[in-house]
């Protein structure tokens, strides 16, 4: 909706009906003096004017926005600096000792934050630079909650929950959640339930749905059930997941989603009889299995093979295709990112490449997550330039690599001794504008000075010294294979005679004296005739 125009003073009116005054000789007349003050800061106020007035369209609109994208970069990088700077403090205030201090921390906190603006921004980064500050940060939470200017809504209380499941202090999550209860929300509960599944409690889950809407008026729905049904799943808890899901049938019939959910939860798990036998009662229950399912089983298999014997993958995943077929279940990329995937980790390439090369026969093709797979194992089994081709081929397809993928494929050479190549991939992610950060320099540097270049690992110390980044000098090894070895000529060592050598040695110098006292014959000079 177009907000409405700030009518003109009429100082600015006067100067208009001026502009706009019935003389012959208007356009030869001079431009009217400047006004004494600026004109409105609306813009539509301002596009009137210059839209009626041709000759005052060169006076400048005095504003206090700015369009200089700069300024306003600065600002928030001077923003984000503050924050860190007082998130920092506050950490610092919430690691000291309770007993070695005079007043407890709201206190504390009063007499040193009184003037700092609580933001939702400022609590995750105290938080996440304090995870020793134990009980200290509950004493936080209801500081933050007292704060007259500040609202603690889901998001906030999920902070404080996911930050003491981390350290198992479920206790203190359920004190967080008691105090919030009507403002806590899903993201509270999926923070929860996260952290539950993580430490290894399934059984707490599953009892959570039941009593959650008791307990944190959390709200108990289908909604609610997926989230903890894929969180178990997702951690190979699939056999609490479907005894969960069987005994809330009569309440919550489960849909698709549900029963695709716990078939790669099986599979997670790798358990694939089981996964079998619930994919036959979900067929016998009326439910259409779908791709999904199938590439969750596909990926199941593969993992198994690779464990006991992978030179049967290639024949056990056949057998899941050739079902999927039987079934009129169609493969996506997804399927072939599965296949790809575990015969690059069987280091079967070539087959990896001959399965990219026939994605166009199912009318898929690759995505980014194809390509880095295929990178990766290139790279691994140095086929270098069928790499580099790779790599232009994705960045040609429309997928763009960021700065963890040129780590990983730096990671990647760096291991096979490849060091120039990796020095040439650097210089390709220097060029799409990513900034190296202090693992890229320090594996590179450590690579470096192991093959004996000291220079180029001086250039990339400079380079990150003025770029920035805080690499600290170390000692790194240099690796023997690589030391240049001076050449040193080996003395001969004078190995004992055997008998024999000895008495042929000796029998050599008797004939030598011997024919030393011959009397050799005169040669006999011509005459010249």
């Not at 939470?141 to 609202?151: L, M």
């Not at 096979?416 to 990513?434: L, N, P, Q, T």
């Not at 004996?452 to 770029?467: F, H, I, M, Q, T």
């Amino acid at each position: 909706m177009r907000k409405p125009t700030s009518p003109l003073t009429p100082l600015q009116l006067r100067q208009l009906l001026r502009c706009f005054s019935a003389r012959p000789n208007l356009l030869h007349q001079p431009p009217p003096p400047p006004l004494l003050r600026p004109f409105p800061t609306s813009t539509s106020a301002a596009s009137t004017l210059q839209f009626f007035s041709p000759r005052h369209s060169s006076l400048r609109i005095f504003s206090s926005v700015t369009n200089d994208g700069g300024s306003f970069n600065n600002n928030a990088e001077k923003n984000e600096e503050e924050n860190k700077n007082v998130a920092e403090d506050f950490s610092a205030e919430l690691l000291k000792t309770p007993d070695e201090e005079p007043l407890p921390l709201p206190q504390r906190l009063d007499l040193s934050f009184s003037h700092i603006a609580i933001t939702p921004a400022l609590i995750l980064a105290t938080l996440n630079i304090s995870p020793d500050a134990g009980r200290a940060a509950l004493d936080f939470f209801k500081w933050s909650k007292s704060k007259p200017d500040f609202h603690l809504g889901d998001e906030v209380y999920s902070y404080f929950v996911d930050y003491f499941g981390r350290r198992k202090d479920f206790k203190a999550a359920h004190e967080v959640l008691v105090d919030g209860c009507g403002e806590a929300g899903i993201k509270c509960l999926e923070a929860l339930v996260d952290r539950l599944v993580r430490a290894g409690r399934p059984t707490h889950v599953v009892s959570l749905f039941d009593r959650m809407e008791e307990d944190y008026r959390f709200s108990r729905n289908v909604d609610s059930l997926k989230l903890i049904v894929t969180s178990l799943c997702e951690r190979g808890y699939a056999s609490y997941a479907e005894k969960m899901v069987k005994s809330l049938a009569s309440e919550f019939f489960p849909d698709e989603y549900i029963c695709d959910t716990l078939i790669d939860g099986w599979c997670v798990a790798g358990k694939f009889d089981e996964a079998k036998r619930l994919v036959d009662e979900m067929r016998r229950g009326g439910f259409e299995i779908g791709t999904y399912a199938y590439n969750s089983m596909l990926d199941c298999v593969c993992r198994l093979c690779r464990k006991k014997d992978p030179f049967i993958l290639q024949s056990e995943a056949e057998n899941v295709l050739i079902e999927m077929e039987r079934k009129g279940v169609p493969r996506d990329v997804e399927t072939f990112n599965v296949l790809i995937t575990n015969l690059c980790k069987i280091r079967k390439t070539e087959d990896a490449m001959k399965l990219f090369s026939r994605m166009g026969e199912w009318g898929c093709y690759p995505n980014d997550t194809t390509f880095l797979v295929l990178i990766k194992s290139l790279y691994q089994a140095a086929r270098l330039g069928e790499g580099d081709e790779m790599m232009d081929r994705m960045k040609s397809a429309g997928y763009a690599l960021d700065k963890k993928s040129y780590y990983e494929f730096l990671k990647i050479l760096c291991g096979i001794e490849r060091i120039d190549h990796a020095m040439s991939v650097f210089a390709k992610m220097k060029e799409e504008g990513h900034e190296p950060g202090i693992k890229t320099f320090d594996l590179l540097m450590g690579k470096l000075c192991a093959h004996g270049r000291l220079d180029k690992a001086n250039v990339l110390y400079k380079e990150a010294e003025s770029n920035g980044v805080p690499v600290e000098p170390k000692a790194y090894k240099v690796d023997p294979r690589f030391v240049k070895k001076k050449a040193t000529t080996a003395k001969k060592e004078k190995k004992r005679e055997t008998l024999p050598e000895k008495m042929a040695r000796k029998r050599r110098r008797l004939r030598k004296i011997r024919l030393s006292f011959v009397k050799k014959p005169k040669r006999a000079t011509r005459r010249a005739y």
